[in-house]
């Protein structure tokens, strides 16, 4: 059976910082690349971060408006993936989804359609 599940989420204030853990199983998690994506209510999903499978090279991407406050790492021992989220934003506020993406080639994909596999995400609410 297949789960992506989040944890994390939270309330904080703007300047904090928050970390996101995903948990995968259920799927060979080594061949997938991993992605988070937020949506906040009234907007389209948006994608956050991703990071390429082991096979390849592990590689990081990031979304323009996270790009230099926000980390993606994996742990595939674990079968996780972490968002180390710091100077957050009130604009950051937002639901934040974990997805698997299964890759035969290097890098990983910004499109959700992109993706195999998503948990139900966790809240995460920046105060001003």
């Known amino acids: 059976q297949v789960q992506v599940v989040e944890s994390g989420g939270g309330l904080v204030q703007a300047g904090g910082s928050l970390r996101l853990t995903c948990t995968a199983s259920?799927?060979?998690?080594?061949?997938?690349?991993m992605g988070w994506f937020r949506q906040a209510p009234g907007k389209e999903r948006e994608w956050v971060s991703c990071?390429?499978?082991?096979?390849?090279?592990?590689?990081?991407y990031y979304g323009d408006s996270v790009r230099g406050r926000f980390t993606i790492s994996r742990d595939n021992a674990k079968y996780t993936v972490y968002l180390q989220m710091d100077s957050l934003k009130p604009e950051d506020t937002a639901k934040y989804y974990c997805?698997?993406?299964?890759?035969?080639?290097?890098?990983?994909?910004?499109?959700?359609?992109?993706?195999?596999?998503w948990g139900q995400g966790t809240q995460v609410t920046v105060s001003s």
């Open positions: 997805a698997a993406e299964r890759r035969l080639s290097s890098g990983c994909s910004s499109g959700p359609n992109r993706y195999n596999y």
């Open positions: 259920g799927f060979a998690y080594g061949a997938y690349a």
């Open positions: 990071i390429s499978t082991l096979m390849f090279g592990i590689t990081s």
